[in-house]
């Protein structure tokens, strides 16, 4: 069973940052393409950024220019790197593989706090 196992969230002011990490028990390049995901309170999880296997990224509108999702596949990690947090950021943040496959069993997640 795949483990996927997420760190780096906290509790910052509007217009602070946050390194997201997602580190995987088992190689990253056998995964393909990978995506963070967060839930907000009261709301559904939704997907925020993906990566392709080489590299490839897409973001929702809303975090456009401001998070930058990447991976690092010999360290079997994936990243989100949080700029110019918004309180309306504040979710738990989850990696799975990107949609479109499977989805692996869902991490802990890493809870990002935004304060206004």
């Known amino acids: 069973q795949v483990q996927l196992v997420e760190s780096g969230g906290g509790l910052v002011q509007a217009g602070g940052s946050l390194r997201l990490s997602c580190a995987a028990s088992?190689?990253?390049?056998?995964?393909?393409?990978m995506a963070w995901y967060r839930q907000a309170p009261g709301k559904q999880r939704e997907l925020v950024a993906r990566?392709?296997?080489?590299?490839?990224?897409n973001y929702i509108d809303s975090v456009k220019g401001r998070f930058t999702i990447s991976r690092d596949n010999a360290e079997n990690t994936v990243y989100l790197q949080m700029n110019s947090l918004k309180p309306e950021d504040t979710g738990v943040y989850y990696c799975?593989?990107?949609?479109?496959?499977?989805?692996?069993?869902w991490g802990q997640g890493t809870q990002v706090t935004v304060s206004s």
């Open positions: 799975n593989r990107a949609p479109g496959a499977p989805f692996e069993s």
């Open positions: 088992i190689s990253l390049f056998s995964m393909k393409g």
């Open positions: 990566i392709s296997n080489v590299g490839i990224t």
